[in-house]
């Protein structure tokens, strides 16, 4: 499974990497940015994945859910073809392809591939996480200081206030986000309302490193909420629940969207 998931995200990856130059883009309904090379990457590992597990239901951020006939297949891929289409579209290196596979309500594998940075995240449930290829070591307790990291995202927060003393830093996508948190770069990610394409398959390398997504009152997050392409209605944290914990005063979620 691993090495399907790592050989498809390589392949999209390098697809997008050949579109870049020059690809048409437009808005979407919800004012957010999608390219041609979104719709023809998430069409290319659809391909592959319909091609070696013919069973398994899909949903993807630009073509939606296949096999909306099969309700009872209990396995799902989520798949972002491009996450951090703006930064793709302008020339910064913090986007990536995302693959994860949920079943039953669990993670069972998936992974983030960075091809601008050429970093390759890829987990399986029981087997470790590895970044290019090494083991990636577990999660430890971190202080937060004034120069702690902390992933967030960087546009007008209508929807909660946080108090952090640290550094907050933005890279525009929530899967990288959540990637370098699970590599230790920050205390934890802080997410803004994702769809399950986001932020599957970086958490199921988050889960091997020993950390979980979070409500900001500490429940855990519970995937099936968001398996048939829900938006999720609350920021979220990621990261080891040991140092989500700390975050956890710190935040301030509006009961309804402040102007
Ligand atoms: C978006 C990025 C962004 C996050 C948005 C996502 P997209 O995904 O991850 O950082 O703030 O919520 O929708 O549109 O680039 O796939
Ligand atoms: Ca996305
Ligand atoms: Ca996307």
Redesign the pocket.
């Known amino acids: 499974m691993r090495e399907f998931i790592e050989e498809t995200l390589r392949e999209a990856g390098d697809l997008a990497l050949s579109l870049v130059n020059g690809v048409r883009s437009e808005r979407k309904s919800d004012r957010s940015l999608v390219s041609e090379a979104d719709r023809q990457v998430e069409t290319c590992i659809k391909e592959r994945i319909a091609g070696r597990f013919p069973d398994d239901r899909m949903i993807g951020?630009e073509h939606g859910a296949a096999r909306e006939d099969h309700e009872q297949v209990q396995r799902l891929w989520a798949i972002?073809p491009?996450?951090?289409?703006n930064p793709y579209l302008n020339g910064l290196p913090s986007w990536g392809v995302?693959i994860g596979l949920l079943e039953g309500g669990d993670v069972l594998a998936g992974g983030v591939y960075l091809p601008k940075l050429d970093e390759l995240f890829v987990a399986a449930r029981g087997e470790g996480a590895t970044r290019n290829g090494a083991p990636m070591p577990r999660l430890a307790p971190m202080a937060v200081d004034n120069q702690t990291v902390l992933l967030s995202p960087a546009s007008r927060k209508r929807f909660y206030k946080i108090e952090y003393p640290g550094k907050s830093m933005a890279f525009g996508?929530?899967?990288v986000h959540v990637i370098y948190a699970a590599t230790g770069s920050g205390v934890a990610a802080l997410v803004d309302r994702?769809?399950i394409?986001?932020i599957l398959g970086p958490l199921a390398v988050m889960h091997e490193v020993g950390g979980g997504a979070w409500h900001t009152d500490g429940r855990p997050l519970d995937l099936t909420t968001l398996a048939h392409g829900e938006k999720e209605e609350r920021p979220l944290f990621f990261g080891l629940r040991e140092n989500a914990e700390k975050l956890f005063p710190m935040i301030e979620v509006y009961p309804r969207p402040k102007n």
């Open positions: 951020e972002d491009i996450d951090g289409t995302c996508s929530a899967s994702p769809y394409w986001d």
